[in-house]
């Protein structure tokens, strides 16, 4: 249950997010609205992380962004592509990368009612014949609906998006480079 304080606070989140409210802006609502108690940003933004459980997950990456320090490049104090250190003279990342990690995300799509329906879309969409409006309706899809799960070589009793609350995700990475150099692609 959340307090009537931190309702306050998230409107307040909320208002900046969906209005595309300043940074600075936001700060002068305190001044222009004393009586209403709103935090600075900085509070706001943390708070409001918190009580989302909102969790990123910080990596270290090249200077150049040729590549992301992890997986098999976790110990390397130097890029493998160009060669450049890793920390800069304080010892300190010289480039992060922010990842935010999926299952919590998808853990508070379904505490949000909205967000609820919306991700049964899947679930209840219905193909029609020779008529092709979204994923679903493709063949690999309906393929994988007819097919048991099956991981490393053990077959399951439920077939694939069996279940309404199953996410069909999807990773498209042609041309997506995340790093600036782009000589490398996912």
């Keep these: 249950e959340l307090s009537d304080h931190d309702i306050a606070l998230l409107r307040h989140f909320a208002?900046?997010?969906t209005t595309e409210m300043t940074e600075a802006t936001?700060?002068?609502l305190r001044f222009?609205?004393?009586e209403s108690n709103v935090a600075s940003y900085k509070v706001t933004r943390r708070r409001a992380a918190f009580l989302a459980k909102f969790q990123p997950v910080p990596y270290d990456c090249c200077v150049n962004s040729c590549c992301c320090y992890t997986g098999p490049h976790a110990d390397k104090q130097k890029c493998p592509f160009c060669n450049a250190d890793r920390l800069d003279a304080n010892g300190n990342p010289r480039r992060r990368f922010t990842y935010i990690p999926l299952i919590p995300r998808?853990?508070?799509f379904y505490g949000n009612l909205g967000m609820i329906d919306k991700l049964r879309y899947r679930h209840n969409f219905t193909c029609e014949p020779?008529?092709?409006q979204d994923v679903m309706d493709g063949s690999h899809y309906r393929t994988l609906r007819s097919q048991h799960?099956?991981?490393e070589g053990q077959?399951?009793?439920?077939k694939y998006f069996d279940d309404e609350h199953d996410i069909a995700l999807g990773l498209s990475t042609d041309g997506f480079a995340p790093f600036k150099r782009r000589k490398k692609t996912c």
Excluded: G, I, Q
Aim: net charge positive.
């Design 15 to 17: 208002l900046k997010n």
């Design 26 to 28: 936001f700060e002068k």
């Design 32 to 34: 222009a609205f004393p």
């Design 106 to 108: 998808l853990r508070t």
């Design 130 to 132: 020779d008529y092709v």
């Design 149 to 151: 799960v099956s991981v």
């Design 155 to 158: 077959t399951f009793t439920h």
